[in-house]
């Protein structure tokens, strides 16, 4: 199921929740971070954020009258069928649509999730017949799960598998149909409702807990904003809409940046140490935070990693994936933020001292060509 956009409240006008905001941005820049899982209390703008997202984003061109939304110049983003055709006369019908948030309803079934193969059509026509599922919908688009602790566990296997390879392979009686399915994968949840196993937590890629507002100046503005976008949707959309196009083009940049963003020894040192610190299980964790910091980067505008840039992330990387004392839950993450600092801080000294001697050593070859 698709989610309509045209009057959704826009992102730019959310009050406070930057930590989610930043999450779900990171996600939208580079999905292969795996997706973000938002935990909070009902009404603290969740689902808001995630409606959103679609006005930010420009359309894409998709190949005509395909189910998959392929990409028709690109022979890797393509399904079988596409691919097939492409081969033939190379080139296809392409038009433009505007990216699509597809909602995961609870109680869902495998079949409408994956899509499915009908037998019957093959055996009485002789060629495959494939029955699209919402991961078709989803590719190139963003697949939305509220309330993911309450889906069963087997159908959140299923996306989380499909989020990770970026295809979607559904086999019955010995004949198998892929298409692609690369998507911004976004979940939220409430704890009280219960929690997702550990196992599931840990294969999604950013973590972020969203809480009640308790600043009055805040709540205050919260309050007008939403009477204002009630009264006249349509006017306080365009009112905000600048600054949500605004956000749009910064992503598009930071997208391209992201691409010239190199990689160091040194981010794999860093990172090794912070996980190492953090005590987390696996190594998924260093993966994803070496892909959001360089994200991270190219947000804020730079083609280069710092080491604070890590450190800004790794709180959407850590937070599901520690080791908690049950006792003292808070002095436990208070502590690894001390001494993350304190690693952070080491190594933005030696990047300094880099610099500064690159810099010098660059003067002095100038000034012996002067």
Known sequence: MSIKSNLNFPFSAIVGQERMKLAILLNVIDPTIGGVLIKGE?????????????????????????????????????????????????????????????NVPLGITED???????????????????????????????????????????IVDELLDVSAMGINIVEREGISFSHPSRFVLIGTMNPEEGELRP????????????????????????????????RN????????????RRIGKQI??????LKKVDEKEWYYELISKMC?????????????????????????GRDYVLPKDFLEVSYFVFLHRLVKNPLDEEKSIRELEENLHKIIKD????EERDLTYIIEKKNLIEGHRN
């Open 42 to 102: 009902k009404g603290t703008a969740k689902s808001t954020a995630v409606r959103a997202l679609a006005s930010l984003l420009p359309p894409i061109e998709v190949v005509s009258g395909c189910p998959f939304n392929c990409n028709p110049k690109n022979v890797f983003e393509m399904c079988d069928n596409c691919r097939e055709r492409y081969e033939i006369s190379g080139q296809l019908n392409s038009e433009r649509t505007q990216i699509k948030i597809v």
């Open 112 to 154: 409408r999730l994956l899509g499915t193969i009908n037998i019957e059509k093959i055996l009485k026509d002789g060629k495959k017949h494939f029955e699209p599922g919402l991961l078709a919908q989803a590719n190139r688009g963003i697949l939305y799960i509220d309330e993911v602790n309450l889906l069963e566990d087997h």
């Open 199 to 230: 196992q599931l937590l840990d294969r999604f890629g950013l973590c972020v807990e969203v809480e009640t507002v308790k600043d009055i100046e805040i709540r205050k503005e919260i309050i007008k904003r939403r009477i204002s976008f009630e």
């Open 233 to 244: 949707p349509k006017a306080f959309i365009k009112k905000w809409g600048v600054l949500d």
């Open 252 to 257: 598009l940049k930071a997208r391209r940046l």
């Open 276 to 300: 190492i610190l953090a005590d987390v299980a696996g190594h998924r964790a260093d993966t994803i935070i070496l892909k959001a910091g360089k994200a991270f980067a190219s947000w804020n």
């Open 347 to 350: 190594f933005e000294d030696k």
